[in-house]
């Protein structure tokens, strides 16, 4: 398996735009998760799905950000419009099963996201 | 509220020597714990966890971890560092007594190796 991809790796983009992030979990993993990492935050986690039904997204920012889950294959975590404090590496993650019974997350490379 | 810390930003060490990365966590019920490492321009990846029995467990790439739950702590150690475990460490929990399944991540720790 290629891992979870996501899509673009960088993306500069100007205050006030619309910007999707994309991500493709791993084929069979039933829970996906949104990260976002900063320097003053650290990892925070946005929201995160089973099996395409959003659990928890208490830790999306405001109304500004949303995210989908269409089908078991693909979400997308979109910001708009965008603002430069929104600058940030935005991780997509997987697992089978949870965590709490030992499932490993798997996690793509990032976004880079630099809001200018 | 639930927490993690990792009271260090930084731990520099030398070849050879043994590393120590401290974590601590505040959380309500039994914890399940976790130490996931982080190279340059890459995702996280798992190292290790603790999720009941043996307080010592041992993971990737020879690291171990010590439930201490008097201390609530879960130190990451190994006896001998390389180079090439220079990276971003971090810690993370998930509280025992919630129904949830997302872990919640320190801020991380940056080891460096030095030769």
């Known amino acids: 398996d290629a891992g979870v991809i996501q899509s673009p790796r960088h993306e500069v983009t100007e205050m006030g735009q619309e910007v999707t992030l994309r991500c493709k979990p791993i084929s069979g993993h039933d829970y996906l998760f949104w990260y976002r990492q900063t320097m003053m935050r650290g990892l925070e986690l946005l929201i995160y799905?089973?099996?395409?039904?959003?659990?928890?997204d208490s830790g999306m920012p405001e109304d500004r950000f949303s995210a989908k889950m269409p089908n078991a294959s693909f979400s997308t975590l979109k910001i708009q419009p965008s603002e430069p404090r929104d600058s940030a590496v935005y991780f997509c993650?997987?697992?089978?099963?949870?965590?709490?019974?030992?499932?490993?997350?798997?996690f793509g490379s990032g976004t880079q996201l630099s809001v200018l | 509220a639930q927490s993690v810390a990792q009271p260090e930003d930084q731990v520099n060490v030398a070849e050879g020597n043994p590393l120590t990365v401290k974590c601590t966590y505040s959380?309500?019920?039994?914890?399940?714990l976790f130490w996931y490492v982080q190279y340059p321009n890459r995702g996280l990846q798992f190292l290790l966890k603790?999720?009941?029995?043996?307080?010592l467990v041992k993971g990737s790439y020879g690291f171990e971890a010590e439930f201490n739950k008097s201390q609530t702590s879960f130190h990451l150690k190994k006896p001998s560092a390389l180079v090439s475990d220079s990276a971003l460490y971090f810690c993370?929990?998930?509280?025992?007594?919630?129904?949830?399944?997302?872990?919640?991540f320190g801020k991380g720790t940056t080891l460096s190796v030095s030769s």
């Open positions: 993650a997987s697992s089978l099963g949870q965590a709490r019974f030992g499932e490993k997350l798997f």
């Open positions: 993370a929990v998930i509280p025992g007594d919630q129904a949830g399944t997302a872990l919640i």
């Open positions: 799905f089973n099996n395409n039904v959003p659990i928890d």
């Open positions: 959380v309500s019920g039994n914890p399940y």
């Open positions: 603790y999720i009941t029995g043996d307080n």
